[in-house]
């Protein structure tokens, strides 16, 4: 046993059984990991097990270089001090927002005559900040409606009152346009000003019921004294304001100020989706990822995601709508996991909401995969089906038929990963007669393989059979024939279980089933079953017309041919008068033809 090892068993003895905060150290002396627990020595203990099923929690063990820890009263402090601690430290291995962005915030800033403007710096100025706004556009729409609404200055001046006074200023073109009221000039008082900045202030916080209601006492007021002019103004603010709020997300005049927080994972990462509600309307909608570290679970994400996302937003909302029930507690805060209502439609929105990310995000990381390396696909397909050759070139079969009869088998064709449409063959089974699929299955890559050696085509890297160890086998004898084997690759894929099966192997291999080459080659078996029974359903509909017009009475091959040059379907046939079908048929068989319809 090694001395480390040594000093750390000691350590861990002398931790107590109580709730606290430990921290790991390596050998430089730098926190690499702050964890909490409700018995110091049972949780630090877990991690020196002899089996350790993370291998992520093994790297971070074989690091520990010390251990040391801090006492509290309760779990709930030790939450709150472990937070505390991660933000300070930020250690290597506890989790952390993977948000590098600088979103906006809309910003009034404290100074006489307030501009109102974006900004993605935030300064502690006294100036005051709403946001910020993941949805930039949301942002701007809602500084162009307050341009819109309100005459506010653009200009950087210093207004204060004496420079005003001594006139030390000029009208600009904001003024002049209707677009500012010129309070650099006197022309607005300062009383007015700010009368506007608290109404855009109720706005920018979601207020817009405690706006309107105080547009429409003040447009009262002005009626009442005649201002109509003025009391029209402040009606075309309250439309303003009724627009806006129908065009924001608005969820339920009875829901009043929450948070809804869900989490969806997959093998690396946590996705968070977080709604802030003010008076029925999501004001805010921000989605994003912690890349796991350890082995957290949805408590942890909760205990440490949550208040950093809510601080983010400066949140004092004391319901959190959530998607499970969890048993930590956070000052404050109160969950709920709605079962029916609109609170759980607002869990279902914000479900899809982090599931689109999610998804979003997947599809571009493999995007960018495949811009660096094209054939990246088909490397994973050459290593797991272990071919020689990198497979540019597959094919697969699959065979159809009804009750026996109409037997049909198709090859899909693969390219670079892609399909190959143009390059897709049907085959009309010929030397079959009943439901024997082996026997299909080795004509049909007979006559392909045959063709293909007759006509110098390049043969493909992999071929791939829709069915078990029979039909790769009766494949395999075609191949044979052929002389072909180890020239090409050859396996099978048994629906039910994906199962791979391989030349001369007793048993199949199973492939791990988020592998990018095992979902190729599902969509080549399912574009060939897809293929196979199309043309399938043709035959059987063709063979039925024309048995339907071989039970007439001197109607055969040459006649149906001419017939269906002609008209097309049989509905067009049963249409036509006896006089135009003698012209395309003769006389006697037209007269058959048309009396059998009659009767039918």
């Keep these: 046993m090694s001395t480390k090892t040594n000093e750390l068993k000691t350590q861990i003895t002398l931790l107590p059984d109580a709730p606290g905060v430990y921290q790991y150290f390596d050998k430089t002396g730098k926190i690499i990991y702050v964890g909490k627990a409700k018995n110091l020595k049972k949780r630090v203990s877990s991690y020196f097990n002899k089996n350790l099923d993370n291998n992520k929690t093994r790297i971070l063990v074989s690091h520990i270089n010390t251990i040391k820890f801090i006492v509290v009263e309760s779990e709930l402090d030790a939450l709150l001090l472990e937070n505390n601690l991660i933000k300070t430290y930020q250690p290597k291995y506890n989790i952390a927002l993977k948000d590098d962005k600088t979103y906006p915030w809309i910003v009034i800033k404290k100074e006489p005559f307030p501009r109102i403007f974006q900004t993605r710096q935030k300064w502690n100025d006294g100036s005051k900040y709403f946001g910020p706004y993941p949805n930039v556009k949301v942002m701007q729409s809602l500084l162009g409606l307050i341009r819109e609404m309100y005459p506010l200055r653009t200009c950087a001046l210093d207004l204060q009152g004496y420079k005003i006074e001594a006139k030390k200023y000029k009208t600009c073109l904001e003024f002049h346009i209707g677009r500012c009221l010129g309070p650099c000039v006197g022309n607005q008082s300062k009383t007015d000003y700010d009368l506007m900045v608290d109404e855009i202030e109720l706005l920018l916080k979601g207020k817009t019921a405690n706006l309107i209601q105080l547009l429409k006492s003040r447009m009262l007021e002005f009626a009442e004294k005649f201002q109509f002019e003025q009391a029209q103004q402040m009606k075309e603010l309250i439309e303003s304001i009724e627009k806006y709020r129908v065009r924001s997300t608005v969820v339920s005049p009875t829901i009043s100020d929450i948070d809804v927080f869900t989490i969806e994972e997959d093998e690396n990462r946590f ?3 977080y709604l802030m509600i003010q008076e029925g309307a999501i004001i805010h909608a921000y989605t994003t990822e912690i890349v796991k570290k350890l082995e957290e679970d ?3 994400i909760v205990s440490f995601a949550l208040p950093e996302i809510r601080a983010k937003f400066e949140s004092s909302a004391k319901e959190v709508v959530i998607q499970k029930k969890i048993t930590i507690d956070l000052p404050g805060i109160h969950f709920v996991v709605p079962q029916i209502g609109e609170k759980k439609k607002l869990i279902e929105l914000s479900l899809r909401n982090v599931n689109y990310y999610r998804l979003d995000k997947l599809k571009k990381e493999q995007l960018n995969l495949t811009e660096k390396d094209p054939n990246r696909v088909l490397k994973q397909v050459q290593k797991d089906f272990k071919l020689s050759e990198l497979p540019i070139h597959m094919e697969c079969f699959d065979n159809s038929n009804f009750q026996g009869t109409n037997a049909v088998s198709a090859c899909v064709v693969f390219k670079n990963g892609k399909p190959s449409k143009k390059d897709y063959r049907h ?6 007669e009943g439901p024997d ?12 393989y045959k063709r293909m050696l007759d006509e110098e085509m390049t ?3 992999l071929i791939i059979i829709d069915g078990g160890k029979g039909q790769l086998s009766a494949a395999l004898e075609a191949i044979d024939k052929l002389n072909l084997r180890n020239k090409v690759a050859i396996v099978g894929i048994a629906k039910k279980l994906e199962e791979i ?3 001369g192997d007793q048993y199949p291999i199973y492939i791990d089933k988020r592998s990018e080459s095992l979902k190729v080659v599902q969509h080549m078996r399912n574009e060939a079953h897809r293929f196979g029974i199309t043309h399938h359903r043709n035959m059987r509909s063709k063979n039925s017309i024309q048995s339907e017009l071989l039970e007439v009475p001197g109607i055969g091959d040459k006649t149906m041919t001419l017939l269906f040059q002609e008209y097309k379907t049989v509905s067009a046939m049963k249409k036509a008068d006896l006089e135009t079908l003698q012209k395309t048929i003769g006389r006697s068989k037209a007269t058959v033809l048309f009396n059998y319809f009659q009767e039918k």
């Design 271 to 273: 996705f968070c989706n």
């Design 298 to 300: 949805l408590e942890a």
């Design 427 to 432: 085959f009309n089974v010929k030397t079959v």
């Design 437 to 448: 699929d082996f026997a299909t299955m080795r004509e049909v890559v007979y006559r392909r």
């Design 459 to 461: 043969l493909p890297q």
């Design 501 to 503: 099966f391989y030349p």
